[in-house]
């Protein structure tokens, strides 16, 4: 097979080519310590084990699974994967054994790569039996009977030519993160991840100026579609992007200050953390007075944002669910350049993005290069991106249904487009609900409000088919050691009384909340109720609570779930 136009693995190799001696990745390696690795490095370690996996007879095609953190090694493993000819299925490293063994069973992987992971052990479980498994350097130790990487690149010759990959062939099943239901396989062919990577690279160029070279810190889950193409495909395609990893949660503050990022791509609930934190240090009413002063709110802000590591960001970005306008304005007061983006994974994250041109707070941005977007006479959003999936693995029926005749992607969200192209996602078609007046609530833009209240992290609207709609909140997480304590519980309750009472004035009568009940504890992905990219799993939360439903509309105001 050939191809006209260079591929992402084409694009990747003349990078190490032309600059081997450029470092791509830094690796923490546990106690204050990194490893630098350069592209020639990069290159050198995936040809070999690219060979390894070639030798195992392998057909084109075979699909090999990653579970693994984010590292140095994820990124290498998927290029030894893609030069071998196989198609890449990585897993989120929080799953629990029954989906690792779903996804591992349903893709008919052929091997599994086992890297960084907090509980292998379990995982462990849902590993067939049979399935041949390699060890990456920062696996844990209780994964210290496989074969493991080093050992495997020491004694094996580099693959002398990667095979040239077409550009329908597939290069990775993006499994879903499982919001509601089973995952699903994104079928992305190395067209659509090429063309992607390739529009993403150009537009975090005008960002950070061309010939920079741009750190970014990978963080997010490398299994998920946002971080895949605007942190690992446009790497390979840029070749300038000095790539740093975090180490843990206790030391991502200190992985961000070492990488000192140019660009910084988050999700809400950090950047919601982020804040947080800065008021836990000082009071919002303090910090907002401060910053009114000349001279004083610029060293203010320079100091807060060095104390965030974020004090060297060009330019920075959230996606993967709404974000309160609020707080991006908030941040943009701090001086920082915060845009929201649009994406998924059935177009590889290609899709929308804010600008400054087209950066208003709530909308998150025009359509990028090459992207069509359009509104169904229901009002979802559709979208046609060069990005583009192939389709759902093993589920015709479903890939049939989910485009429309002319080749848009049903996307399920809700919007609003502006003549100038900027779009508003105004909810889930999936998520609106009728409460027993018979009118539709579409909780996302309510808890976008909520969320934007310092006091709170987190919310979730509900009440199919209640008198009227509640929400359930989590407090942040300063308030939350103290939150049964009388103090804290007292001012809590007047702020959240004041902030219902504000809500349900800005609302219409059948979307108004009859009552707002602080959570007992945090949801976490641990505990199920947060998909790995901190998604909330509306449906989980909705059955764990059901049973205290009629107490809790007995009454109107602020409650607690004691």
């Known amino acids: 097979m050939s191809t ?36 020639g490095q990069v290159f050198d370690e995936a040809a070999r084990m690219a060979a390894h996996l070639r030798s195992l007879g392998l057909p084109r095609g075979a699909r090999v699974a990653m579970l693994s953190k984010n590292c140095a090694h994820f990124i290498t493993a998927e290029l030894a994967i893609w030069m071998a000819g196989g198609c890449t ?24 790569f086992v890297g960084k992971l907090d509980d292998w052990p379990a995982q462990r479980e849902g590993v067939p039996e049979g399935l041949p498994c390699i060890a990456l350097p920062l696996a844990p130790e209780s994964a210290a009977g496989l074969p493991r990487w080093n050992d495997i690149v020491a004694r094996t010759p580099p693959l002398a030519t990667p095979l040239q990959r077409s550009e329908d062939e597939l290069a990775m099943l993006l499994y879903t993160s499982g919001s509601t239901g089973t995952p699903k396989g994104v079928m ?61 949660i206790d030391t991502f503050m200190a992985d961000l200050q070492r990488a000192r990022p140019t660009l910084f791509i988050s999700v809400p609930r950090l950047w919601l953390k982020f804040q947080q934190g800065v008021f836990a240090k000082m009071p919002p009413a ?74 208003e707070a709530g909308w998150v941005g025009v359509p990028m290069p090459g992207v069509q977007c359009k509104l169904s006479p229901e009002g979802e959003i559709l979208i046609k991106s060069p990005g583009q999936c192939s389709g759902y693995f093993k589920e015709p029926e479903l890939t049939a249904a989910s485009f429309t005749e002319d080749g848009f992607f049903r996307t399920g969200d809700l919007g609003e487009q502006r003549p100038d192209g900027l779009l508003r996602i105004s909810g889930r078609v999936k998520e609106l609900f009728k409460t027993a007046k018979g009118k539709y609530v579409a909780p996302a833009p309510i808890e976008n409000r909520l969320n934007a209240h310092p006091m709170l992290e987190m919310s979730m609207v ?74 909330i799993r509306r449906a989980r939360i909705e059955a764990l609570v059901e049973g205290e439903l009629p107490n809790w509309y007995a009454r109107r105001g602020v409650q607690w779930q004691d």
């Open 89 to 112: 299925v990585a897993i989120f490293p929080t799953e629990r054994a029954e989906t690792v063994r779903y996804v591992l069973e349903h893709a008919e992987a052929s091997l599994l």
């Open 462 to 535: 509900s009440g199919v088919g209640q008198q009227a709609a509640f929400a359930l909140v989590v407090l942040a997480e300063r308030l939350r050691p103290t939150q049964h304590e009388a103090p804290t519980r007292a001012a809590v309750q007047v702020a959240l009384e004041r902030l219902l009472d504000d809500l349900n004035a800005r609302l219409p009568d059948a979307e108004q909340l009859h009552t707002l009940v602080v959570a007992r504890e945090a949801w976490s992905i641990e505990s199920g109720l947060l998909t790995p990219t901190m998604k």
């Open 4 to 39: 006209a136009t260079p591929l992402i693995l084409d694009l990747a190799v003349a990078h190490a080519k032309q600059n081997p001696d450029r470092v791509f990745f830094t690796q923490p390696v546990g106690q204050g310590q990194v490893i630098d690795t350069t592209w």
């Open 286 to 359: 303090k910090l907002d007075r401060l910053l009114r002063i000349p001279l004083l709110g610029g060293i203010v802000r320079r100091k807060v944002l060095k104390g965030l590591g974020l004090d060297a960001v060009v330019q920075a970005g959230s996606g993967s669910a709404p974000l309160p306008p609020e707080l991006i304005l908030w941040y943009r007061k701090l001086g920082l350049r915060l845009f929201e983006g649009y994406g998924m994974s059935e177009d590889n994250s290609y899709s929308h993005s804010s600008n400054e041109a087209h950066g």
């Open 188 to 248: 992305t062919s190395f067209g659509a991840i090429t063309r992607a990577g390739q529009g993403i690279a150009a537009d975090v160029r005008q960002r950070v100026g061309a010939g920079q070279t741009n750190r970014m810190l990978s963080y997010l889950p490398l299994a998920h579609s946002f971080e895949r193409s605007w942190v690992e495909a446009a790497s390979l395609v840029d070749g300038g992007t000095h790539l740093f990893f975090a180490e843990s």
